[in-house]
């Protein structure tokens, strides 16, 4: 069985600050992890995935198999960062074909 | 081009009746996948649609159905509403069934069952 778990579901940090959202998994076979970002009153969008190893938004994240982890990163949050983000998981090749999602977590970074 | 579009957004029917939710994939995109999202479960996957075909099921009930059509277009049916079924339905659509990284989500229906 697939799982996600984003242990905050709640974090607040002032702008400029850095940023952490934490995401953990459990997938026994080969897995794809993403980021996907909900701001206030739009719809669900991809904010990166692992194997494309790029920067959006400033946003980075690692993909670390020894500690089954994909946490997000932001060195300093701006305000327009305030959303509620979400880890999710697929199986490499996508032959599983679904996501599987973590709880969330909303980040709101204060001014 | 277009986004994915779903209707109705909103909706509130009461316990026991049933509901049909209605989801156009991106022009070109076959492959469609429904997800429930509420507060304290988050976004849960449903099913997955490809060529009129249901390939993939979450863990729901057997009240939790659906179909495509030859154009793409997808519905999804629950019947004998119950209070826990209230939440945003939200549909995906991709070009094909491993395109996940090119998944693109509508703006959901929300559905209140009073």
């Known amino acids: 069985a697939q799982r996600v778990t984003q242990p905050e579901k709640l974090l607040s940090v002032f702008k400029g600050a850095p940023v952490e959202l934490k995401c953990n998994y459990s997938?026994?076979?080969?897995?794809?992890l993403f980021w996907y970002v909900q701001y206030s009153r739009q719809r669900l969008q991809l904010l990166l995935r692992?194997?494309s190893r790029e920067s959006i938004k400033g946003f980075t994240a690692d993909l670390n198999k020894g500690e089954t982890s994909f946490h997000l990163k932001k060195p300093f949050a701006q305000e327009e960062d305030s959303a509620m983000y979400y880890c999710a998981l697929t199986n490499s090749g996508g032959s599983n074909y679904k996501l599987t999602f973590g709880k969330g977590t909303l980040l709101t970074v204060n001014p | 081009k277009a986004g994915v579009t779903q209707t109705p957004r909103y909706l509130i029917k009461t316990r026991g009746q049933q509901v049909t939710l209605s989801c156009s994939p991106i022009?070109?995109?076959?492959?469609v996948s429904w997800y429930q999202q509420t507060p304290g479960q988050g976004l849960q996957f449903l099913f997955e649609?490809?060529?009129?075909?249901?390939?993939n099921k979450g863990n729901f009930p057997g009240r939790f159905s659906g179909r495509q059509f030859s154009n793409s277009r997808s519905e999804m049916n629950v019947s004998t509403l119950e209070l826990g079924d209230s939440a945003l339905y939200l549909c995906?659509?991709?070009?094909?069934?491993?395109?996940?990284?090119?998944?693109?989500f509508g703006p959901g229906t929300r559905l209140t069952v009073l």
């Open positions: 692992h194997i």
């Open positions: 649609y490809f060529s009129e075909t249901q390939r």
């Open positions: 997938y026994s076979g080969s897995p794809e």
């Open positions: 022009s070109g995109h076959r492959s």
């Open positions: 995906a659509s991709s070009r094909s069934r491993a395109q996940l990284n090119e998944q693109f």
